[in-house]
């Protein structure tokens, strides 16, 4: 373990690597091997109920005893609006009739914020992983101390100094610095927001200086000497996510994998027309429509993902990848295709050099 560095301490890992969590991308399998590595493996279950996050942390510690992060989403809750779903629905039928396929007839709120689920609070507090992470925003004063009295260290997204200071305020022990590089999801509280767009190097710089809490760096990292890079300019660890996707354990499919693989891998997009908010995507046939569409003639996150989600499974169900939410950072010409373990191995020796 390293010494001097009071967050990664504090977790009990060896390494100041965090596996970035991706819904849809990092498994079980993949947290755990990166955790018995020495590094930080993490799960994103804002995409499950508690069942299914329960059933997910019972994988990773079914092979490893380490610590590892459990990722939430904390967005507003959708507002619904008929008339702007209606309007999606039918902007998109004509794509959906070239597969062959009908769009959904309503759009549904696919999954739940954590901001209103008791339940997930309830099975933490149960199975107390070692870290809990939040994105889109924090969770209220009551879960925040809930989960702080349970011994959870809590970790939540920033991209930009009053994000982060919110963040302090509410108890949280670290911040994750996304800076405009990255792939996914953008972590801003307010999606509608205007973004200062900061990349993490500058990010990190800022959040460093701006809060007393330890810095996680986040975007466009891929090597050791990019974490390097950001543990210089102040951060206790760096997050990687695009890094991982094409490892062993990476749940990304045959054609996410080819388009990484590809010169899309050298043109990201940042879209909101896939799920509803802001996202940087392997540029594809869906970031090309978003290109186009108004912010406001989208509907709100995640209720746009329903559609999003199945106009990729009829375009799948034909042979076309091109619609998928292939999530990816600004660095993603570096990927390397190995073992997640292996991944963290080669990392560390070349932070090393």
């Known amino acids: 373990m390293m010494t001097g560095n009071a967050l990664i301490e504090r977790i ?44 997910m942390i019972a994988e990773v510690r079914a092979r490893s005893g380490r610590p590892f992060n459990v990722n939430l989403f904390c967005h507003r809750p959708a507002e619904a609006d008929a008339a702007i779903e209606a309007a999606w629905i039918e902007r998109f039928r004509p794509l959906f009739a070239a597969f062959d396929a009908a769009p959904p007839p309503v759009l549904a709120e696919i999954y739940r914020s954590f901001v209103d689920d008791d339940a997930m609070l309830g099975m933490l507090l149960d199975t107390r992983p070692a870290v809990v992470s939040f994105h889109f925003g924090l969770p209220g004063a009551e879960a925040v101390r809930a989960l702080r009295g349970a011994g959870i260290v809590l970790l939540a997204t920033a991209t930009n100094l009053a994000e982060a200071q919110a963040i302090a305020a509410a108890g949280i022990d670290a911040v994750v610095a996304q800076g405009w590089e990255a792939g996914g999801h953008r972590g801003m509280f307010d999606p509608d927001a205007d973004d200062a767009r900061m990349d993490m190097i500058a990010l990190t710089r800022l959040l460093v200086r701006g809060t007393a809490l330890p810095v996680v760096a986040a975007g466009g990292i891929m090597d050791g000497r990019g974490i390097a890079a950001a543990l210089e300019v102040g951060a206790s660890a760096a997050q990687l996510g695009t890094a991982f996707i094409a490892s062993d354990e990476s749940l990304a499919d045959a054609g996410y994998r080819a388009a990484l693989a590809s010169a899309a891998a050298h043109r990201t997009e940042m879209t909101r027309a896939i799920s509803g908010r802001p996202a940087r995507s392997l540029a594809n046939r869906f970031t090309v429509l978003g290109a186009g569409i108004p912010a406001g003639a989208v509907p709100a996150y995640p209720i746009a993902y329903d559609l999003g989600k199945a106009l990729h499974a009829a375009a799948k169900a034909k042979g076309e990848s091109g619609f998928g939410a292939q999530w990816a950072g600004q660095g993603a010409p570096a990927v390397r295709a190995m073992p997640a373990a292996r991944l963290i191995e080669t990392l560390a020796a070349e932070m090393a050099d």
């Not at 991308?25 to 018995?36: D, R």
Request: no cysteine; charged share 10%.
């Open 12 to 55: 009990g890992i060896r390494l100041p690597i965090i596996q970035a969590p991706m819904a849809g991308v990092s498994s079980p399998v993949m947290a755990a091997a990166v955790s018995e590595a020495g590094a930080l493996g993490s799960i994103a279950v804002g995409a499950t109920d508690a069942d299914g996050a329960r059933q």
